[in-house]
């Protein structure tokens, strides 16, 4: 198997290094792992793609290049570039350093880079690591996803249909904010909705009187509604949730053919 890795977080993220190892486990002796990731952090940038100017991409070993990029960027580069020749079997985006579940998911680059590469008409999963109380003291940060990641990717493609559609799936995966001996198994879900958080900003001054606004994440530790991704999350499973980047609501189409 040949793998595509990405992420968010910059090619010299300790989750990256985490998916490294698991894309090792799932190729196998025989296959091969790339890896194709933003030169910096890349963070919050969704699907965006430098559509208005080029990006610079650098060989730094072998398999292994950093693109001025964002995380579609980077799998583009992988696909029509760096592997064109002998193209992926898998894209994987992550192991990003914090989670991607509820309303993170549509910020997300880990997801960017992942929709991209179901666009591009490959199979694609972004996983992400959690935090909380029980976990962000731990020596090793992804040590669930790093126990656990070959495994769900592997029970994830053994169920994947294929294309199938026109907007093929790609997986949104989260690793609970728990230690690894306390995960309680793995949930199939929707993605849930924090009631209480959101994205505000923070202005502050420089040392020179000029203004600027930090944005701010809400609480990260706040329950969706029973059954979804945060939710399961927080008690301690992995949550696996398929998606499309068909952004129709479909469930609105009758009632909005009165306005035919």
């Given at each position: 198997?040949?793998?595509?890795?990405?992420n968010?977080?910059?090619?010299?993220?300790?989750?990256?290094a985490?998916?490294?190892?698991?894309?090792?486990?799932?190729?196998?002796?025989d296959?091969?792992?790339?890896?194709?990731?933003?030169?910096?952090?890349?963070?919050g940038?969704?699907?965006?793609?430098?559509?208005?100017?080029?990006?610079?991409?650098?060989?730094?070993?072998?398999?292994?290049?950093?693109?001025?990029?964002?995380?579609?960027?980077?799998?583009?580069?992988?696909?029509?570039?760096?592997?064109?020749?002998?193209?992926?079997?898998?894209?994987l985006?992550?192991?990003?350093?914090?989670?991607?579940?509820?309303?993170?998911?549509?910020?997300?680059g880990?997801?960017?880079?992942?929709?991209?590469?179901?666009?591009?008409?490959?199979?694609a999963?972004?996983?992400?690591?959690?935090?909380?109380?029980?976990?962000?003291?731990?020596?090793?940060?992804?040590?669930?996803?790093?126990?656990?990641?070959?495994?769900?990717?592997r029970?994830?493609?053994?169920?994947?249909?294929?294309?199938?559609?026109?907007?093929?799936?790609?997986?949104?995966?989260?690793f609970?904010?728990?230690?690894?001996?306390?995960?309680?198994?793995?949930?199939?879900?929707?993605?849930?909705?924090?009631?209480?958080?959101k994205?505000?900003?923070?202005?502050?001054k420089?040392?020179?009187?000029?203004?600027?606004?930090?944005?701010?994440?809400?609480?990260?530790?706040?329950?969706?509604?029973?059954?979804?991704?945060?939710?399961?999350?927080?008690?301690?499973?992995?949550?696996?949730?398929?998606?499309?980047?068909?952004?129709?609501?479909?469930?609105?189409?009758k009632?909005?053919?009165?306005?035919?």
């Amino acid at each position: 198997m040949r793998i595509l890795l990405t992420n968010d977080d910059g090619i010299n993220a300790p989750g990256l290094a985490t998916l490294e190892a698991i894309s090792a486990e799932l190729a196998g002796p025989d296959g091969e792992v790339w890896v194709v990731a933003p030169a910096f952090e890349q963070s919050g940038v969704g699907h965006c793609i430098s559509y208005s100017h080029p990006t610079m991409i650098a060989k730094l070993s072998e398999r292994r290049y950093a693109a001025e990029g964002s995380p579609a960027d980077c799998v583009l580069a992988g696909l029509h570039d760096v592997m064109k020749d002998n193209p992926p079997d898998l894209v994987l985006s992550g192991v990003n350093k914090g989670n991607n579940s509820a309303e993170n998911a549509l910020y997300s680059g880990t997801l960017g880079g992942a929709m991209e590469a179901a666009l591009q008409g490959l199979p694609a999963i972004a996983l992400s690591q959690y935090f909380g109380p029980r976990n962000f003291e731990r020596p090793d940060l992804f040590e669930v996803a790093l126990a656990h990641g070959a495994d769900v990717i592997r029970k994830i493609l053994d169920q994947d249909p294929g294309v199938g559609a026109d907007y093929r799936l790609f997986y949104n995966v989260n690793f609970p904010p728990v230690p690894v001996d306390d995960v309680l198994g793995i949930r199939a879900v929707p993605q849930g909705y924090r009631r209480e958080t959101k994205f505000t900003v923070e202005p502050h001054k420089s040392p020179t009187g000029r203004r600027f606004l930090w944005i701010k994440g809400g609480n990260q530790q706040v329950m969706t509604e029973p059954g979804s991704d945060a939710a399961v999350n927080l008690e301690g499973y992995i949550s696996v949730t398929p998606m499309r980047a068909d952004l129709t609501a479909h469930d609105h189409l009758k009632a909005l053919k009165t306005i035919e």
